[in-house]
T-cell receptor
Framework: QKEVEQNSGPLSVPEGAIASLNCTYS??????FFWYRQYSGKSPELIMF????GDKEDGRFTAQLNKASQYVSLLIRDSQPSDSATYLC?????????FGSGTKLNVKP | GAVVSQHPSRVICKSGTSVKIECRSL??????MFWYRQFPKKSLMLMAT?????????EQGVEKDKFLINHASLTLSTLTVTSAHPEDSSFYIC???????????FGPGTRLTVL
């Protein structure tokens, strides 16, 4: 399932910095876009979702969507060591969910 | 969000045996349930989508006779791995969603090890 592409990382950022995670998708029919966080050995946790072009902010997290470029990103401000995890991008065409391979984020104290 | 449970959380079985995994939506009527498989350091791969009371829709490359899915009620779906082999060892995760809905709620996953 190559509908969703992510850089596998690892992405290393110092504590307090902004982490930027990127995702591209192939199905132009996708209407909903999701970011999940997954800790090792656990199932994914929803961080946020976005439907409309532009930015959506929720606390330290900002999702950005550009449907023309088929690109969605997640910014994490004031990164904390507890944010260290794998971040999965998912799209939702036709009531199914397809996930990217995930980007591993390391936040160094 | 809704609470979804899976049982068992971990199972070890011998090659050739069948294993049943239960997925329960505890406080949410799940018209749709999704089953995923995740190999180490890989992403979630959608195996099948099941709607309550109807046959599951399997993704390309997933053997429907090997991975039997039953979604008999709005709160319970089961995945049976038949004649399991070591290559079936994986992390199996279910999620629950509503018809036409845009969110899904994940269960905690089941770690299957086939010896």
């Amino acid at each position: 399932q190559k509908e969703v592409e992510q850089n596998s990382g690892p992405l290393s950022v110092p504590e307090g910095a902004i982490a930027s995670l990127n995702c591209t998708y192939s199905d132009r029919g996708s209407q909903s876009f999701f970011w999940y966080r997954q800790y090792s050995g656990k199932s994914p946790e929803l961080i946020m979702f976005i439907y409309s072009n532009g930015d959506k902010e929720d606390g330290r997290f900002t999702a950005q969507l550009n449907k023309a470029s088929q690109y969605v990103s997640l910014l994490i401000r004031d990164s904390q060591p507890s944010d260290s995890a794998t971040y999965l991008c998912a799209v939702n065409p036709f009531n199914k969910f397809y996930f990217g391979s995930g980007t591993k984020l390391n936040v160094k104290p | 969000g809704a609470v979804v449970s899976q049982h068992p959380s971990r199972v070890i079985c011998k090659s050739g045996t069948s294993v049943k995994i239960e997925c329960r939506s505890l406080d949410f009527q799940a018209t749709t349930m999704f089953w995923y498989r995740q190999f180490p350091k890989k992403s979630l791969m959608l195996m099948a989508t099941s709607n309550e009371g109807s046959k599951a829709t399997y993704e390309q490359g997933v053997e429907k006779d090997k991975f039997l899915i039953n979604h008999a009620s709005l709160t319970l779906s089961t995945l049976t791995v038949t004649s399991a082999h070591p290559e079936d060892s994986s992390f199996y995760i279910c999620s629950a969603g509503s018809l036409g809905g845009n969110e899904q709620f994940f269960g905690p996953g089941t770690r299957l090890t086939v010896l």
